[in-house]
């Protein structure tokens, strides 16, 4: 570390006495103070919640070289760990197509079957890597190469007494050849060398992974198609074990018309209920892979509250999505997406074992309860009004995840269905003043309730000259179950642009929590009532 | 001590520093060809990252149109640059087409672009001179940023050569 921040400030310092440095800085301060709710019904509590969240990156550039550091200072962290240290760096040559990065960097190989690294910090999610990165490409040929570590802490257990670090030592490569026009066809291998810490601090789980892959794609103005399959291959002392992804799409695409069909079979690692409450077991789908979660990606607040968690390891489905302007002012988005494991258990009470039970047609989702099925139907329709940059946004959202409880005797199947109206309106009143509400409406049937519950959120932004934003959200639900017994929650905020590149702003009320994901993780938001500030700024 | 003399070392860094250049930045666009984004750079260059996900990203889109179809002529080029992440990658072409976009579109489905240039949050906007420095920053967007928006290029069309 010391070294590589010597040879850094070396580095800098002998561009410097030419001055022909450039550089970009970027600032993100986020805190809070205020108190947070747990619990349910019955078992409530309420604690002091202060957070302080600080990063600034700062990046030079001379000719072909660029270089940088992140400094972070967290503490106390809203979700993460407490930090005070420069936890970003690297060294960056890049010349037309040619890109070699020593440091740290984030990488992915085609959908992020085998390799899609990234940082999520609301979800305390983070799989930099530090070493060596090499892209290069040209209009016939693209190759990557990595080698580095990963020191991955899981973010459930980053409040706990000891949070979970596992270790990855990766060594990967692709290739991806033009071999006709509009035709390519690539390939890759990742090698992961893998730590992960047992009970005792001391003694770690070794494992290794290879995941091979393949992909074929053709993209063309009107017609685009990818097939991508890799293997997972983990050896584990003496045994192996065997896993699968698949990612495929098709997509057709006119004047006022856009078609997308995809498909998942992702098999990562088939494993029983008793299995699976290991949720760190070594064989699973692990960290560095992110491939694509196959249902809809949706923008309003209540439809991202109770998303389907895709099992990575054992589901199959597909989505289609359209997209259609029948006129300059209309356009129509439909989204249906489907999905199911490929296997059942039946509990043999007598041996006290899980017998597999395989859909019959496993690379297509069931719809029977055993196969905890998914399925989501949404349609949304916007108008533009007559000024360019005034529109209405209404949709609609049906969706149930089923989820099948083996072990249970009186209620295996467990049902969350969702009914949901968003309605949106923006309206520019003239070049100083604007307005942005929201409605949205939800029934929720969540087991183990057996009625609906309603939610309902309204919000308010008001803009005045562009830069300033003041309003507010106000929620509420006829659940008897909230943390806290609360069923009423109200935050006003207040925004500022500074120069077009420094955002400003403060918020403060009670915030209703809720489940929020990226990419098929997740992890839970507790009520929140108190004061947020945030700055966010680029130089 | 390392820390201080580093901490000395980046604050004079932004004494001496100049504008940020943009260079050797090149990305995929919906059909699969490799573009160097300086490429798109005659008297000027607008960049726009946005993702389908952001709300007042597809509003800037549908303005960003309005003034490639005014500006492009009179030689300031537009690019949007996509950040959607794969699970929504394969639905970019269609919904670009649909949306008439006809300014050329890159993906950078990693965020590794956006980070290059410190982008945090999106829309996230930048104007590049015909010399390849940037000479305005955008974060986010307002109904009423339009007018903003023009002043700057036209801004840029007085003093581009």
Not at chain 1, 388 to 396: G, H, M, Q, W
Not at chain 1, 400 to 415: A, H, L
Not at chain 1, 518 to 529: E, K
Not at chain 2, 32 to 59: E, H
Request: charged share 20%; glycine share 6%.
């Amino acid at each position: 570390m010391k070294i590589f921040l010597l040879i850094l400030i070396l580095f800098f310092n002998s561009i410097l006495l030419s001055q022909q440095i450039s550089y970009s800085l970027s600032n993100n301060l986020r805190a809070g103070t205020g108190k947070e709710n747990f619990g349910e019904a019955g078992f409530l509590g309420s604690t002091n919640k202060k957070y302080f969240d600080y990063y600034t990156d700062l990046k030079l550039f001379y000719n072909d070289f660029s270089a940088g550091i992140r400094y972070e200072y967290v503490n106390p962290p809203e979700y993460s760990l407490i930090k005070n240290k420069i936890s970003r760096k690297f060294i960056e040559y890049n010349n037309y197509g040619f890109k070699a990065r020593i440091g740290n960097s984030f990488k992915l190989f085609e959908r992020g079957l085998s390799l899609n690294l990234f940082e999520n910090r609301s979800l305390g999610f983070d799989t930099n890597l530090e070493g060596l990165n090499i892209d290069y490409n040209s209009q016939t040929i693209k190759w990557n190469l990595i080698w580095g570590t990963i020191d991955f802490v899981e973010p459930t257990t980053i409040f706990t007494d000891n949070p979970r670090i596992e270790n990855y030592l990766l060594k990967g490569t692709r290739i991806e050849i033009n071999i006709r026009k509009n035709f390519s066809l690539s390939g890759g291998l990742l090698f992961s060398q893998n730590k992960f810490p047992q009970l005792n601090e001391n003694i770690f789980l070794e494992s290794k992974t290879y995941l091979p892959e393949v992909s074929l794609k053709y993209k063309s103005t009107s017609f685009d198609f990818l097939f991508n399959i890799v293997n997972k291959i983990n050896k584990e002392n003496e045994s192996n074990s065997y896993g699968s992804g698949i990612y495929s799409y098709i997509s057709f695409i006119e004047e006022n018309f856009g078609l997308t069909l995809e498909f998942k079979d992702y098999r990562f690692d088939i494993a029983d209920p008793f299995k699976e409450l290991n949720q760190f077991r070594s064989t699973r789908m692990l960290p560095f892979q992110n491939p694509p979660t196959v249902h809809k990606e949706h923008t309003f607040t209540l439809l991202t509250r109770y998303p389907h968690i895709v099992n990575f390891n054992d589901e199959t489905g597909f989505q289609l999505d359209i997209f259609y302007s029948p006129n300059e002012r209309t356009n129509y988005n439909f989204n249906f997406s489907t999905a199911s494991r490929h296997f059942s258990f039946l509990l043999d009470k007598t041996n006290f074992r899980f017998v597999k039970n395989q859909n019959r047609f496993s690379f297509f989702p069931s719809l029977s309860n055993e196969f905890n099925p998914f399925f989501e139907i949404y349609f949304e329709g916007e108008y533009l009004l007559e000024k360019s940059e005034s529109l209405i946004k209404a949709a609609v959202n049906y969706r149930s995840d089923i989820y099948y409880d083996v072990v249970s005797e009186t209620n295996k199947v467990q049902p969350l269905k969702q009914f949901t109206i968003p309605i949106y309106l923006q309206y520019l009143f003239n070049e100083k003043f604007s307005l942005k509400v929201s409605n949205e409406s939800q029934w929720i049937l969540k087991y183990p309730k057996r009625e609906y519950f309603f939610n309902n959120l309204i919000s308010l932004q008001t803009v005045f000259n562009s830069n300033l934003t003041i309003g507010g959200r106000l929620e509420f639900t006829t659940n008897n179950d909230e943390p806290n017994g609360d069923k009423f929650w109200l935050v006003s905020e207040i925004g500022y642009r500074l120069n077009t590149n420094h955002i400003f702003s403060i918020s403060y009320g009670s915030e209703r929590g809720g489940q929020i994901c990226s990419n098929g993780l997740c992890r839970q938001v507790l009520p929140f009532n108190g004061l947020r500030f945030s700055l966010i700024s680029n130089i | 001590m390392y820390r201080l003399f580093l901490l000395i070392i980046l604050l004079s860094t932004e004494i001496f520093a100049q504008n940020s250049l943009i260079k050797n930045l090149s990305a995929e666009d919906i059909d699969g060809n490799l573009v160097n984004i300086s490429s798109l750079n005659d008297k000027g260059l607008y960049i726009n990252f946005w993702a389908l996900w952001c709300l007042p990203c597809r509003s800037e889109l549908k303005i960003l149109q309005e003034l490639f179809n005014e500006y492009n002529p009179k030689g300031i080029g537009f690019v949007g640059i996509n950040i959607d992440s794969p699970k929504s990658l394969s639905k970019v072409k269609s919904f670009i087409s649909t949306q008439k976009i006809s300014f050329p579109i890159l993906l950078d489905p990693n965020s590794q672009i956006l980070n290059s240039l410190n982008g945090q949050n999106i829309p996230y906007s930048l104007l590049i001179n015909q010399n390849g420095e940037i000479i305005k920053i955008r974060t986010g967007y307002n109904a009423g940023d339009e007018k903003y928006i023009r002043k700057d290029l036209d801004d840029l069309l007085l003093n581009s050569k």
